[in-house]
């Protein structure tokens, strides 16, 4: 069966719904969140409209608690799942095509959720409507399994797996071609400040990032009682370090903000960090207890680097690569304290319980805690495995390209699965532009991938 040519005849196809998605603006919500809408209304339109479109196919649907749901065809006892998800983060600035667009240009489809994860899921619905269309007989059944929040914590997938079958083995397409077979713990960090802080504080507040998977683009900080020259000084900080801020002075208080460039936490040094390089600018400007302790914390622990070096956190194996660790969510609020919310991305052999206790024994003499918001265990499939052994070989004749098995710091809904990888679909040598501004999908890729998908599906769901 010639997959790319039937995937290029139904380009047009493609990009229509996944531009119908893209416009969707799909991210967490707290405002609109209700009994019906657990993740706000945004998720629950994009996760209703997919199911939608497997209803008109007339494949079979399920909605699991307005969180997850998935779509499925076949027959026979054993699952293969393919783990998607149409919740986004947010758009962030400085976007020169409107975030929720959907505009195709040069080749490309520019919107928020793009590559990440609506682009691929897109592919893959459409891989699994041409292998339906070409009425192959297969002996496992196929779900499309979509999810609704997981950039903000899997707990779509977790309720969706307290209810459903685990699939017999299965693929995210939310990562990297060839085959990842190993994802990074993760887990959130979260570092507070212990000792009682003062009403007259020179630092009143700073605030900077919405999520610890994203790197913040933005910093702003409000601060008074500061040198005569403060301002000035400011400017220069902005020229020697080539960044774009600004300052404002509203009655004693002077209002500074930085803008940095946004990237994926699995990779800290692909964006510039707002609240990392505003600190170390007011590292050189405060002297109050309090605000001078925080700002030095974070020019301390991530000012230099983001492999936890200072923090004692850091760790290499060769089967994952660099643990690292990202500022996303940073405040200060004059009379409490200030916190940092800290993406963690932990190799797979990482001695977790060994590194956490032995950073927090060294923080407590320095004033601060650290906690465990979240955790995620690292994920890896044996080489092996019949999973992998059959995508290796979908993967190479589609391509022509040997089919490396790989390690990242993102996590995927692959590390839900008993036995499943992420499977695409950025290709190798494109730039990873997930969580930036001006988030794309190369067309061309895009309509390969959803060929390598339907192969894909052919493969795993016949014994």
């Known amino acids: ?54 209803e008109e196919q007339g494949l079979t649907t399920k909605n699991i608690d307005n969180m997850a749901g998935h779509i499925e065809m076949g027959q026979g006892e054993e699952l293969v799942g393919i783990l998607c998800h149409v919740d986004v983060v947010p758009a962030g600035s400085d976007w020169q095509h409107p975030p929720f667009g959907g505009v195709v240009e040069d080749g490309k489809l520019f919107g928020r959720g793009s590559i990440d994860d609506k682009g691929p899921t897109m592919a893959a619905w459409l891989a699994m409507k041409m292998v339906k269309d070409a009425g192959i007989q297969l002996d496992r059944r196929v779900r499309l399994i979509i999810g609704s ?69 933005n910093a702003t900080a409000e601060i008074q009682n500061v040198s005569a020259d403060f301002e000035a000084a400011f400017q220069i900080y902005l020229q020697q370090e080539s960044l774009q801020g600004a300052i404002e002075k509203v009655s004693e208080v002077f209002i500074v903000s930085i803008k940095g460039k946004s990237a994926h936490a699995m990779e800290p040094n692909a964006g510039v960090n707002a609240a990392v390089k505003l600190a170390a600018f007011l590292n050189t400007q405060l002297t109050t207890t309090g605000s001078k302790e925080f700002v030095q914390f974070l020019v301390t622990a991530f000012g230099e680097e983001t492999r936890g070096h200072a923090l004692g956190l850091n760790f290499h194996d060769d089967m994952s690569g660099d643990t690292t660790l990202n500022a996303g969510v940073v405040s200060f609020e ?29 923080l407590a003499k320095n004033g601060f805690a650290l906690d465990i918001a979240e955790n995620s265990a690292p994920h890896y499939v044996d080489e092996k495995e019949e999973l992998i052994q059959k995508l290796v070989k979908v993967y190479e004749r589609n391509t022509g390209e040997k089919a490396e098995l790989l390690s990242i710091g993102g996590g995927t809904y692959a590390r839900e699965l008993k036995t499943g990888v992420a499977f695409g679909m950025l290709f190798p040598g494109e730039p990873d532009i997930a969580h930036q501004a001006d988030e794309f999908v190369v067309v061309e890729n895009l309509v390969k991938a959803a060929a390598i998908y339907a192969d894909a599906i052919v493969e795993l769901a016949t014994k």
């Not at 996944?18 to 629950?44: C, H, K, N, R, Y």
């Not at 339109?45 to 479109?53: E, I, N, S, V």
């Open 1 to 54: 069966m010639n997959w790319l040519k039937q995937a290029q005849e139904r380009q047009d196809e493609l990009i229509k719904e996944l531009q119908e998605l893209v416009q969707i603006e799909s991210v967490l919500d707290e405002t609109t969140i209700t009994s019906e809408a657990p993740f706000g209304e945004g998720p629950l339109k994009a996760m209703k409209w997919l199911l939608q479109k497997g």
């Open 149 to 217: 929040d997981e950039e903000t914590g899997f707990r779509c997938v977790t309720r969706y797996f307290e209810k459903e079958e685990m699939p017999t083995l299965g693929f995210a397409p939310d990562a990297d071609f060839p085959i990842i077979n190993a994802e990074k713990g993760i887990a959130v960090l979260v570092f507070s400040q212990q000792q009682k802080i003062a009403e007259n504080e020179q630092l009143i507040s700073f605030k900077a990032g919405h999520r610890t998977n994203m790197v913040p683009d």
């Open 334 to 362: 004059s009379g409490k304290g200030g916190e940092v919310q800290v993406s963690l991305r932990y190799s797979v052999t990482y001695p977790y319980d060994e590194k956490i206790t032995a950073a927090q024994q060294q």
